[in-house]
């Protein structure tokens, strides 16, 4: 069973800053949180990962609550080309260790 | 970033042929591989796992013997539908973890759309 809670669905004006909310309130020590999204008929795209620092790199920003049982995802200019279904996974950072996806949240850009 | 290609991309077969899927990694190696399957409107669910030079781990009520998964080298891994029947159509995608880099994010493949008439 996935560990996070995604809003099913959000919008977004084109050229805004998109703001993704996931909850894992029973994340591990261990586990790191991981943000991957799915353009319709591809294979998932990674986007970004941390641990309990905030990353940003050049697709997006995690910002992880200090307790580490939130974060959220930061899409900083949104483009039509951004509009996918967002999946937050938490998993240990092993190479052997599974992605447990959840229903994710669909993210659609209005022009 | 890593690459994981796919190779084919689409097929449709006719009920009872087998059918096998690649999955590589192009410019990293991985020990462990992971073929997921994606029904319409559904999320990504694991079907196994695959382990280079030896036997794939199945999740609960995948059928090993119906979904073939040889892990012959650091970069190929291979799923094979056996005598394959219309409701295995579905989207089948790899993924694979990158063990030289400074973690072991896992990237995925394309996918591969399988029809079966």
């Known amino acids: 069973d996935a560990k996070t809670t995604q809003p099913t669905s959000m919008d977004c004006a084109e050229g805004r800053a998109a703001n993704l909310p996931c909850n894992h309130s029973?994340?591990?020590?261990?586990?790191?949180v991981y943000w991957y999204r799915q353009i319709h008929s591809q294979g998932p795209q990674y986007i970004i990962h941390?641990?309990?620092n905030n990353e940003t790199n050049e697709m997006a920003s995690l910002i992880i609550t200090e307790d580490r049982k939130s974060s959220t995802l930061i899409l900083p200019h949104a483009t039509l080309r951004d509009t996918a279904v967002y999946y937050c996974i938490v998993r240990p950072n092993f190479g052997n260790e599974k992605l447990t996806f959840g229903t994710g949240t669909r993210l659609t850009i209005i022009p | 970033g890593a690459v994981v290609s796919q190779h084919p991309s689409w097929v449709i077969c006719k009920s009872g042929t087998s059918v096998k899927i690649e999955c590589r990694s192009l410019d990293f190696q991985a020990t462990t591989m992971f073929w997921y399957r994606q029904f319409p409107k559904q999320s990504l669910m694991l079907m196994a796992t695959s382990n280079e030079g030896s036997k794939a781990t199945y999740e609960q009520g995948v059928e090993k013997d119906k979904f073939l998964i040889n892990h012959a080298s650091l970069t190929l891994s291979t799923l094979t539908v056996t005598s394959a029947h219309p409701e295995d159509s579905s989207f089948y995608i790899c993924?694979?973890?990158?063990?030289?880099?400074?973690?072991?994010?896992?990237?995925f493949g394309p996918g591969t759309r399988l029809l079966v008439l």
């Open positions: 993924s694979a973890g990158d063990r030289g880099g400074l973690d072991e994010t896992q990237y």
């Open positions: 029973t994340i591990s020590g261990n586990e790191y």
């Open positions: 941390g641990l309990k």
